[in-house]
Nanobody, 126 residues
Framework: QLQLVESGGGQVQVGGSLRLSCASS???????GGWFRQAPGKEREFVAA???????ISYADSVKGRFTVSRDNAENMYLQMNNLKSEDTAVYYC?????????????????????WGQGTQVTVSS
């Protein structure tokens, strides 16, 4: 079973930056990867996704131009968050798909992801 571990969350002021990391603790790689977030009282929402090769990337409209998703191998993924806003405050989850599975999936759909991290809190204060 692949386990994902997020790190890098914390508290930052409006306009600041944070970099989240996601690593496979089991040493096993993953195919597609992505990030979701959930704010208090709100539903979990898609943030960003990246393909295994790193060539196919998508973002939620709310973070386009401010967030950048990347990966450096099959086991590590990152989310660089710049110009943070108070509405970015949420628990951020990294997600992943099993290796050697179909690439035909909807990254915005929670049910299309096979593995979830435990989440890391990001708080943006004014």
């Amino acid at each position: 079973q692949l386990q994902l571990v997020e790190s890098g969350g914390g508290q930052v002021q409006v306009g600041g930056s944070l970099r989240l990391s996601c690593a496979s603790s089991s040493g096993r790689g993953f195919s597609g990867g992505g990030w979701f977030r959930q704010a208090p009282g709100k539903e979990r929402e898609f943030v960003a996704a990246i393909s295994r090769s790193g060539t196919i990337i998508s973002y939620a409209d709310s973070v386009k131009g401010r967030f950048t998703v990347s990966r450096d191998n099959a086991e590590n993924m990152y989310l660089q968050m710049n110009n943070l806003k108070s509405e970015d405050t949420a628990v951020y989850y990294c997600v992943a798909r099993r290796m050697f599975t179909t690439t035909n999936y909807d990254p915005r759909r929670t049910s299309d992801w096979h593995f979830w991290g435990q989440g890391t809190q990001v708080t943006v204060s004014s």
